[in-house]
Every structure is written in structure tokens, then in C-alpha cells.
């Protein structure tokens, strides 16, 4: 299934159940998953790979803060 690029893919969990359980991914396999659904989203919105390439480079440019706002 290929989700549309207004799409979301969050689900919802009790509370109760998210409270007890630790998280099954570690911090950095979050943020490589992260990283790799904006890089389907681009993606998914016609980006071509050149184009995803340089706004996945601006996005850790701004993060890292070399790139002021």
C-alpha cells in the first residue's frame, strides 16, 4: 500500500498501554526512520532523488543550525 502525501500514518494507542511499554526502537533508529519517511514524502510528492538529496542536506543544515531561520 502506498500512502497519499497528504496521508498520515500515526495510530493511536491507550494511554494506559503506551505509559508501560518502553519504545521498541532505540533513538537512533527513530531518527533514521524519520529521516527516511520525509525522504518517501518528498518523494511521494514528485521530488526527483537530485531534489530530495539537497532539501534533506538544507533540512540538517537548518537543524545542525549552520543555516540561519
Do not use: H
Amino acid at each position: 500500500m502506498i500512502a497519499e502525501p497528504d496521508s498520515t500514518t500515526t495510530t493511536t494507542t491507550p494511554a494506559s498501554a503506551a505509559s508501560s511499554e518502553a519504545s521498541p526502537l532505540s533513538a537512533t533508529e527513530l531518527y533514521q526512520l524519520t529521516l527516511y519517511k520525509w525522504r518517501y514524502s518528498l518523494e511521494a510528492y514528485g521530488f526527483e532523488s537530485g531534489e530530495v538529496r539537497q532539501l534533506m542536506f538544507l533540512k540538517w543544515l537548518y537543524t545542525s543550525r549552520y543555516l540561519p531561520s
